[in-house]
């Protein structure tokens, strides 16, 4: 007889979000990169048309074009036209912040606070651009644990906003994307889980299409250590991220705005994880890189969800429109 118990690093946000409001098991992503995807979510328009090809300013990420071009038409430049109070803390595009894309000194159109990280994901020893001054951080977790810092500006923003007007916070933490470094009281968690062995794990892509031909296949025991390694690591820094949704649906509740509030918890990719003796990554255009959580919870009242901030629902139509 086998048990088999199902494990997850975010047991309180499928509670909170997931189970408490519906949660898509069909969601994917336009594309398994980062700054290509995250566009996406910041424009509502395919690559194709957004142009960020990959993560390099020559890929148009975070470029000059595209701060001229697409990001001046992304969607926080309408919600703040529409008064909402705007936050972003944590990873916005890979090369945000470098001095050929504008520096620190750059803070997209439409956010009215920002504290976003220069560069890729850290954890410690990162640089952030806070309203568009530079501030360094260096190793110390109670000062400069990136996951736990959104979590705490993000829950003082909230007390700081005003009640006269509507707001929106984009949080962005970098679990459980590399160098997966979590908090200290999480380092010995899931000492025993291994990735699932289920599905195309370790299986040979002999009659697929040629990427899935490359592996070496059965993966070595060196990989598999690693693959398992990285696994854990990656789950250990999501429980920094589930303490992030209980202490921010904790605090919406406290200020009385929990019931008047949309809430969206999804990723920009997914990742394999031995699928097809392809050990850990991202970049490939298979179901395993574009699939992501997507979990929404929304308690509003009928008349707040009838009003819904009177947003015209034809800006979206033509945005829509214009991204086919």
């Known amino acids: 007889m086998c048990l088999f118990v199902l494990q997850t690093?975010?047991?309180?946000?499928?509670?909170?979000?997931?189970?408490?409001?519906?949660?898509f098991v069909n969601a994917f992503t336009v594309t398994p990169l980062c700054c290509p995807s995250r566009s996406s979510v910041l424009t509502g328009r395919y690559p194709h048309n957004h142009e960020v090809r990959n993560n390099s300013l020559s890929g148009n990420c975070s470029s000059l074009q595209w701060q001229k071009g697409p990001e001046a038409?992304?969607?926080?430049?309408?919600?703040?036209?529409?008064?909402?109070?705007?936050?972003?803390?944590?990873?916005?595009?890979?090369?945000?912040?470098?001095?050929?894309a504008g520096d620190v000194g750059h803070i997209p159109p439409g956010w009215d606070q920002w504290h976003a990280l220069v560069g890729n994901s850290q954890y410690y020893n990162y640089t952030l651009s806070v309203n568009a001054k530079e501030e360094k951080h260096g190793d110390s977790y109670e000062k400069d644990y990136?996951?736990?810092?959104?979590?705490?500006?993000?829950?003082?923003?909230?007390?700081?906003?005003?009640?006269?007007?509507?707001?929106?916070?984009?949080?962005?933490?970098?679990?459980?994307?590399?160098?997966?470094?979590?908090a200290p009281q999480y380092q010995k968690e899931f000492g025993d889980?291994?990735?699932?062995?289920?599905?195309?794990?370790?299986?040979?892509?002999?009659?697929?299409?040629?990427?899935?031909?490359?592996?070496?296949?059965?993966?070595?025991?060196?990989?598999?250590?690693?693959?398992?390694?990285?696994?854990?690591?990656?789950?250990?820094?999501?429980?920094?991220?589930?303490?992030?949704?209980?202490?921010?649906l904790k605090k919406l509740d406290s200020i009385k705005e929990l019931d008047n509030t949309y809430i969206f918890y999804t990723s920009d990719n997914?990742?394999?994880?031995?699928?097809?003796?392809?050990?850990?990554?991202?970049?490939?255009?298979?179901?395993?890189?574009?699939r992501v959580p997507l979990m929404v919870l929304c308690k509003l009242s009928k008349s707040a969800k009838r009003l819904s901030y009177n947003i015209p629902s034809e800006m979206y139509v033509d945005k829509f429109e214009q991204s086919l």
């Open 270 to 290: 997914g990742y394999h994880t031995g699928q097809f003796s392809l050990p850990i990554d991202k970049r490939q255009l298979y179901e395993f890189d574009i």
């Open 146 to 182: 990136l996951t736990d810092l959104i979590t705490n500006r993000s829950l003082n923003f909230l007390d700081n906003r005003s009640p006269q007007h509507p707001f929106f916070l984009m949080l962005s933490p970098p679990a459980p994307h590399s160098p997966w470094t979590a």
């Open 73 to 100: 038409e992304a969607f926080p430049v309408y919600l703040n036209k529409l008064k909402y109070q705007t936050f972003f803390a944590g990873k916005y595009l890979n090369q945000y912040g470098k001095k050929e």
């Open 9 to 23: 690093p975010m047991k309180k946000t499928k509670a909170l979000i997931g189970d408490a409001g519906a949660t």
């Open 193 to 248: 889980v291994k990735a699932p062995r289920d599905g195309s794990f370790d299986k040979p892509g002999k009659d697929k299409h040629w990427l899935l031909r490359q592996p070496i296949n059965p993966m070595p025991s060196k990989t598999l250590d690693y693959l398992d390694n990285a696994y854990r690591r990656r789950w250990q820094t999501l429980l920094s991220v589930d303490d992030m949704v209980e202490l921010l």
